[in-house]
């Protein structure tokens, strides 16, 4: 089992809080107060949402019940209204937005936290960190770079004694706001994979094993000696796994780290539901693999109850609530971005 599952279950219950990815319920309610709130969505947002659920539940006498299961997912429960709110790495497109709106009424997309997504490996032979560059990256997904020691790497990668054995491409098999991070960087950097595949949340994998979930890419490549994957960061770091340094716009070999992926979002100032993509940001220290991440609500809540309850959970995630997005590895919101989120809020009803 992975180290990861443990530390998350950690903050599990306590005081009547509750963060996990258990089965959805709807929003308890006792009179005008709030004992509950569901939501449902990204796994790139797990490691923080759990921290910050609970530290704010238990401060607040209220448990958030939030199930990590994709940002496809996600999005399909909060157009169901199964869930009080939803989560995603990328916005709802068009098309979603439509069906969303058809249902509940009109949406409210807020970034709620930042992070970079590691290319992970596992290889126990090789002790240095390796590098990565986009074509590499590029060919090992579309097929082409099939083993370890392909002259490619080991170019990249002097005194590495890469071992011949296959690479083992891990990728994910829900609709993924990770995929879809990753495979717009793809296609920014690779005409040819953006021409084959394109990006999305769901894409038609030229190679590779798919996992549900960042929490079934950590463990493919953590248990599959060969293997790489993509991964937000806090799982690469909580499951101890190596990964690599990726060439940035800059030309520089960059690992992901908050102060990384800090660099890649102060290239882009102002960031919207419609234009929202940091990858491949210039700058000499951007991490390239960078991405906000969403929450998702209807505008108009039937119960006004469980309205100012969001309200009042996702103003303090804005604000004080970005202190735990830094405690695991997430980079704090920029203060400008925050405060969209904010004036976005009050148009909750």
């Not at 009080?84 to 790495?89: E, Q, V």
């Not at 937005?97 to 936290?113: D, E, H």
């Not at 990668?157 to 609709?175: E, F, K, M, Q, T």
């Not at 290239?267 to 929450?295: C, D, E, H, L, R």
Request: aromatic residues 8%.
């Amino acid at each position: 089992m992975l180290a990861l599952t443990a530390t998350l279950a950690g903050c599990g219950t306590s005081n009547g809080v509750v963060t996990s990815n258990s089965s959805a319920s709807q929003a308890n309610t006792t009179g005008s107060s709030v004992n509950s709130l569901t939501g449902a969505g990204s796994t790139f947002d797990y490691p923080f949402f759990n921290k910050a659920f609970y530290v704010y539940g238990s401060a607040h006498n209220l448990q958030v019940n939030y199930q990590s299961i994709g940002s496809g997912g996600g999005i399909q429960q909060f157009t169901a209204q199964t869930v009080n709110f939803g989560a995603s790495d990328v916005p709802m497109n068009s098309t979603e937005i439509s069906k969303a709106q058809a249902a509940g009424g009109p949406v409210i997309q807020i970034p709620i936290t930042l992070g970079g997504e590691a290319i992970a490996y596992n290889l126990p032979t090789v002790k240095q960190q390796l590098k990565f560059t986009p074509s590499v990256l590029a060919d090992i997904y579309l097929g082409k770079i099939t083993k370890w020691n392909d002259p490619k790497i080991t170019a990249l990668n002097p005194g590495a004694n890469l071992p011949s054995i296959p690479i083992v491409v891990v990728h994910r098999s829900d609709g993924s706001g990770t995929t879809y991070i990753f495979t717009d960087y793809l296609s920014t950097v690779s005409p040819e994979w953006n021409q084959k595949v394109g990006k999305g949340k769901s894409v038609n994998w030229p190679v590779g094993i798919g996992g549900k979930g960042n929490e079934a890419v950590a463990g493919n490549v953590h248990n599959t000696v060969g293997a790489i994957g993509y991964v937000e960061l806090a799982y690469a770091l909580q499951t101890k796994m190596a990964y690599g340094l990726v060439k940035n716009a800059a030309g520089n070999f960059v690992a992901p780290s908050p102060d990384t992926v800090k660099a890649a979002a102060a290239t882009k100032p102002t960031v919207s539901a419609t234009n929202f993509s940091i990858v491949n940001a210039p700058g000499g220290n951007s991490y390239p693999i960078s991405g906000y991440s969403w929450v998702l609500l209807y505008q108009h809540q039937k119960n006004k109850a469980i309205g100012s309850a969001l309200v009042k959970l996702f103003d303090w995630m804005e604000t004080t609530g970005q202190q735990q997005a830094a405690s695991v590895d997430y980079v704090p919101l920029p203060t400008n971005v925050q405060q969209t989120a904010l004036n976005d809020l009050k148009q909750i009803q």
